[in-house]
């Protein structure tokens, strides 16, 4: 899936945005884009996200660097020439029409007759299941409805290329999820190239082919969401990427791939060496909370364990989440499956934890 | 529906609906007296004199008042009736009363409002009414030939009714001829109606210009950043918080003959000394300074209405494929009507009633009709300034009417 620099669908290539002339929002960004490709920038707000999106679709100009689109560059290209298809946050349905002029309206400025405008227009809406909706306006519709309208419009000149600023920000948790699958499957379907802004980690793990976390006009990872997840590459994306449990310590022993990390109180735990250079240095060891251990048979053989103090447990329903104090740090959180044969734990117990190495990150100190 | 839902009762067997009545009426009387003194105002201080107004632009007693006489020869004898002696006979008598309460002049006003240079022949009349003698008409011919016209017969005989519709028939540029019947007035003495029709289309090039002025302001207002456009917000609203007679005077400063704009050009060799442009004290005045008055009222329903329009409707049009020119015109045009209704209603309607103004830089030509309502009530016309103001009124509420029925008054929005 990953599209190397000749042949990406769209590609940024050094490129740089400031609004001010004296700071830089977005600092050297380069990546590329395959055909087919659903990919999601992800990042908080002020990350740049949102203005790599405006400048692929023309709304904003690129300080420095060039942007591409099927191999042509586009930066002096109008908006309304590149042919991009956007869904906006706030759906951004123009009100004084109704939905079937909303979705006419692409065709119209095409230059498309009635005929084909108005069968292009049943396809597009039956596509998001709103067929006997082309009479309505959008402040007649709710949310969701306005959402698939707005979806709909942006698909229905076949654009090759679809981009969603936050599509799904403003619709409950439910529907968001729905819509999440509607989309990705739509995506499928038409084999459409979609770049997705979200600051919704959960929407970008589960729609995307890969992810790009941006923080500081920087991208800070590029992967498909399981390797996000599981490999994250610095402190900042194992930190933004779902839940982590963070203990900072000194590299005591460096082989290979292997660190070995000396806690502030003396402890030694295992991890693997992500940006780690040397023993001697300061780092951060994160480990995700449904990944450590307590039951003795499940910590592999050799693996060092430490202490840790059961300080509260939460009924979740489906996993026990369990707070403990490890190291000095009050915060480290332990997730168990909830299954009949689970070892229950009570708050002021002392057990034994411990991981396997390779769920164990090094990182960078932040 | 209704039929079930008056049957719907409290728990203790109300009816639901005196329920909700009684229990919201506590609520509704407070609100009501919180709203009874601007009720109260208003209705002291604007719906009586308007209603005053109507009534005197159809009432007028000048005349009737001081003729019994007369008043009871026309009940007695049909319109068209020529004036035999006891017609003469009657006028005699009540000239003679005029003499007594010096009612003549007000009188004679009366009727020469209708039948014009009239005014004197009742006061010189009056003056030797009580030394007529009979026969009444031919004394009364001695005195002046004109008492026996038809048209001072047909004025007095409208006049002896204090309720009239003289006043219309002079705002409407109309007059009836000896027979009754309306005309028009000579082309060189229609003035009322051509001059109402000539402000309401100043009243709307002062408009249009508005418009055209304001769109791109209140546009650039809405999309600059809060200081920024805040602070040209002051620009625009200045005009408001200066004197109406300051900013009229420096019109008159930049504008006159010898002023700085034709200084300007002269000096620019635009035009020559002797071709210095006539731009105030003449209809281009009352233009210019109007605009410079109203363009607030133009501008801030605009940048009110284009402010909550989001950005992104225009850039969800561009990125459809539409070009810029018809992102606007179809997309960001059709969403600012309500403040473009509002602003040209607002402009139209302050226009169209302007008089200090147009009193004060608008020359011979430059006058609208406000002026002439102006002009009366020094007269004391209190009537035929009545009928006038009535006829704003009313051309005012038609265009209300219309742009109810055009844009809908409910998309209008003020601010």
């Given at each position: 899936m990953v599209a190397s620099r000749d042949d990406a669908f769209v590609s940024f290539e050094h490129v740089q945005k400031s609004y001010d002339g004296e700071t830089l929002v977005v600092k050297d960004l380069n990546l590329q884009l395959a055909k087919g490709e659903f990919l999601t920038m992800l990042g908080p707000s002020g990350s740049g996200k949102t203005t790599c999106l405006m400048m692929l679709a023309g709304f904003e100009t690129a300080t420095h660097g060039e942007i591409r689109l099927d191999g042509k560059p586009i930066n002096q290209v109008p908006p309304h020439k590149r042919g991009i298809g956007m869904v906006f946050q706030n759906y951004a349905l123009f009100p004084h029409m109704t939905v079937g002029e909303n979705l006419s309206f692409p065709l119209e400025v095409r230059g498309m007759g009635k005929s084909e405008r108005e069968a292009k227009i049943k396809r597009a809406l039956d596509m998001v299941q709103m067929g006997a909706f082309a009479n309505r306006r959008p402040a007649q519709m709710s949310g969701g409805q306005q959402q698939r309208i707005a979806l709909a419009r942006a698909l229905v000149f076949d654009p090759k290329l679809v981009l969603m600023d936050e599509p799904l920000g403003a619709l409950d948790k439910q529907l968001r999820e729905h819509m999440q699958f509607e989309i990705k499957h739509l995506h499928e379907s038409l084999g459409i190239t979609v770049v997705y802004v979200t600051h919704d980690q959960g929407e970008a793990l589960t729609m995307s082919d890969r992810v790009a976390v941006f923080n500081d006009g920087r991208i800070q990872q590029l992967a498909p969401p399981a390797e996000l997840y599981e490999r994250p590459d610095n402190s900042f994306v194992a930190g933004f990427i779902g839940e982590n449990n963070k203990l900072p310590g000194v590299v005591e022993d460096l082989n290979g791939e292997r660190a070995v990390v000396r806690l502030e109180n003396g402890e030694l735990i295992d991890a693997t060496a992500v940006n780690v250079k040397a023993k001697g240095e300061k780092t951060l060891v994160s480990i995700r909370p449904e990944r450590v251990e307590f039951k003795p048979e499940l910590i592999p053989e050799g693996a060092h364990t430490i202490d840790a103090e059961v300080l509260e447990v939460i009924y979740m329903g489906d996993i026990l989440r369990t707070r403990m104090r490890v190291a000095g740090h009050d915060e480290f959180v332990v997730k168990c499956r909830n299954t009949i044969d689970q070892m229950p734990l009570t708050p002021g117990q002392r057990i034994r934890i411990g991981w396997n190495p390779l769920d164990a990150r090094a990182l960078d100190m932040i | 529906m209704s039929d079930v839902a008056s049957q719907l009762t409290t728990a203790d067997g109300r009816p639901l609906k005196a329920a909700l009545a009684s229990a919201q009426a506590r609520a509704k009387r407070r609100a009501f007296f919180l709203v009874l003194p601007l009720l109260l105002f208003i209705l002291i201080s604007f719906a009586v004199p308007i209603g005053q107004m109507l009534q005197r632009s159809v009432y007028n007693d000048q005349f009737s008042k001081s003729v019994p006489a007369l008043s009871q020869w026309f009940a007695e004898n049909p319109k068209g009736t020529a004036p035999d002696e006891a017609a003469f006979a009657a006028l005699a008598s009540d000239l003679v009363l005029m003499?007594?309460?010096?009612?003549?002049?007000?009188?004679?006003?009366?009727?020469?409002?209708?039948?014009?240079?009239?005014?004197?022949?009742?006061?010189?009349?009056?003056?030797?009414?009580?030394?007529?003698?009979?026969?009444?008409?031919?004394?009364?011919?001695?005195?002046?030939?004109?008492?026996?016209?038809?048209?001072?017969?047909?004025?007095?005989?409208?006049?002896?009714?204090?309720?009239?519709?003289?006043?219309?028939?002079?705002?409407?540029?109309?007059?009836?001829?000896?027979?009754?019947?309306?005309?028009?007035?000579?082309?060189?003495?229609?003035?009322?109606?051509?001059?109402?029709?000539?402000?309401?289309?100043?009243?709307?090039?002062?408009?249009?210009?508005?418009?055209?002025?304001?769109?791109?302001?209140?546009?650039?207002?809405?999309?600059?950043?809060?200081?920024?456009?805040?602070?040209?917000?002051?620009?625009?609203?200045?005009?408001?918080?200066?004197?109406?007679?300051?900013?009229?005077?420096?019109?008159?400063?930049?504008?006159?003959?010898?002023?700085?704009?034709?200084?300007?050009?002269?000096?620019?060799?635009?035009?020559?000394?002797?071709?210095?442009?006539?731009?105030?004290y003449n209809q281009t005045g009352t233009i210019i300074a109007m605009v410079h008055i109203l363009l607030p009222f133009m501008v801030l329903p605009l940048y009110s209405v284009m402010r909550v329009i989001p950005v992104s409707y225009t850039r969800a049009a561009r990125s459809l494929g539409a070009t810029s020119w018809t992102t606007f015109r179809r997309i960001y045009l059709p969403q600012t009507i309500p403040g473009i209704g509002a602003g040209v209603l607002l402009v139209f309607i302050l226009a169209v009633g302007y008089y200090i103004t147009p009193?004060?830089?608008?020359?011979?030509?430059?006058?609208?009709?406000?002026?002439?309502?102006?002009?009366?009530?020094?007269?004391?016309?209190w009537s035929m300034a009545a009928a006038l103001a009535t006829m704003l009124l009313v051309g005012v509420l038609v265009l209300y009417w219309l742009y109810d029925r055009l844009i809908g008054i409910d998309k209008l929005k003020l601010g």
């Open positions: - | 003499k007594e309460t010096r009612a003549a002049g007000d009188a004679g006003t009366r009727i020469n409002y209708v039948v014009s240079g009239t005014r004197s022949m009742f006061t010189k009349a009056a003056r030797g009414a009580d030394k007529l003698e009979p026969p009444f008409m031919e004394a009364m011919l001695e005195l002046d030939e004109d008492w026996d016209n038809p048209l001072v017969w047909n004025a007095m005989r409208s006049a002896a009714s204090p309720w009239t519709f003289d006043f219309y028939t002079i705002a409407f540029d109309l007059e009836r001829d000896a027979d009754g019947k309306l005309t028009k007035v000579d082309e060189t003495q229609r003035i009322y109606f051509r001059l109402f029709i000539k402000t309401f289309l100043i009243a709307g090039v002062i408009t249009a210009i508005c418009l055209v002025l304001a769109f791109p302001i209140a546009h650039l207002l809405a999309t600059l950043p809060m200081a920024k456009a805040n602070l040209l917000m002051i620009l625009v609203l200045l005009p408001f918080w200066t004197s109406l007679l300051v900013r009229t005077t420096s019109w008159i400063v930049l504008l006159q003959g010898q002023g700085v704009v034709n200084d300007i050009l002269v000096a620019l060799g635009i035009i020559g000394d002797d071709g210095r442009l006539q731009m105030i009193a004060l830089v608008g020359g011979a030509d430059g006058q609208l009709f406000s002026n002439m309502v102006q002009f009366h009530m020094t007269k004391a016309n």
